[in-house]
């Protein structure tokens, strides 16, 4: 059974900072490409953070460069979203994925994250 885990979200402060987990079991780890999306209210499902297999390269939306940071510890099977400066416009369900290929990509079901005052 795969499964991915997200936890970590909450509300925060616009400036605030929040850390995202996503444990991973069912899947090889570390051969799967790992990332970070988010759904707004009333908007699609974007793209926050991937980050390579190795974890040596990552990959970040406009939106969040600079303020997010995402890693992964393969040997702990999860990978992580660091958030820094939020601001409101960050509110969203985040979602973690795993992408072994086309045909084996996995979600989770989601952490809710509210910036407000």
């Known amino acids: 059974q795969v499964q991915l885990v997200e936890s970590g979200g909450g509300l925060v402060q616009p400036g605030g900072s929040l850390r995202l987990s996503c444990a991973a079991s069912g899947i090889i780890f570390s051969v799967n490409v790992m990332g970070w999306y988010r759904q707004a209210p009333g908007k699609e499902r974007e793209l926050v953070a991937t980050?390579?297999?190795?974890?040596?390269?990552?990959n970040y939306a406009d939106s969040v460069k600079g303020r997010f940071t995402i890693s992964r510890d393969n040997a702990k099977n999860t990978v992580y979203l660091q958030m820094n400066s939020l601001k409101p416009e960050d509110t969203a369900v985040y979602y973690c994925?795993?992408?072994?290929?086309?045909?084996?990509?996995?979600w989770g079901q989601g952490t809710q994250v509210t910036v407000s005052s």
């Open positions: 994925n795993a992408y072994q290929s086309v045909y084996r990509t996995f």
């Open positions: 980050i390579s297999t190795s974890g040596r390269t990552t």
